[in-house]
């Protein structure tokens, strides 16, 4: 059973249909408490940084996906939910993250030729295993949409890198947190064996 996040914010019902193409059984809810006992985490995000991270403060939402992530539940950030794991967001301002994987959410720097938003299919270049990328190969293609991204102070935390400009984070991991910066809803076969990797990940007896 997969969880998702709901504070309204986000590509909810894509990201809850991509799961249930690949046959997992999905639950999309605010509850807090259903949020602690999920069996697996997933929080979406599209937009801007300060919104989303407002809305789940406002909602009461950080402290019982906090409390589940100490509990070993496996946590999957898409999109914006990949930059909330961050400490913080230098977006419009500067916001909180939750604070699991240490480092900042920046923009793009500007550069000849380089337009932003990064829109379109890149390639992911993996620097470790991980069950997460089980039948992914370096150099995988994926569909990205942001204009910011992810600078992990632990070279450790990043799971696989993309090259816009300059290399970036396209997917981190730490112990039981993921996150994916593209769209896994938009990347085909490559983003649907991901989430059906995600889906199929035992629960860690350990904490972040």
Known sequence: ?????????????????????????VLRTDDPERIRSAERLVLPGVGAFGACSTELLRRDLNAPVLEAVEQGVPLLGVCVGMQLLFDESLEMGVY????????????????AGLKVPHIGWNQIRPARPSP?????????????????HGVAEQAADVL??????????????RNNVFGLQ????????NGLRMLRNFATLVPASTAV
């Open 132 to 148: 997460l990328l089980d039948g992914i190969s370096d150099g995988a293609y994926v569909y990205f949409v942001h204009s910011y």
């Open 96 to 111: 909180e993250g939750l604070g699991l994987i240490r480092g900042q959410v920046v923009p793009f720097e500007p550069a």
């Open 160 to 173: 696989a890198e993309c090259t816009y400009g300059a290399p970036f984070p396209a997917i981190v991991q």
């Open 182 to 189: 593209f769209h896994p809803e938009k990347s085909g076969a």
């Open 1 to 25: 059973m997969i969880t998702i996040v709901d504070y309204e914010i986000g590509n909810l019902r894509s990201v809850e249909k991509a799961f249930e193409h690949v046959g997992v059984e």
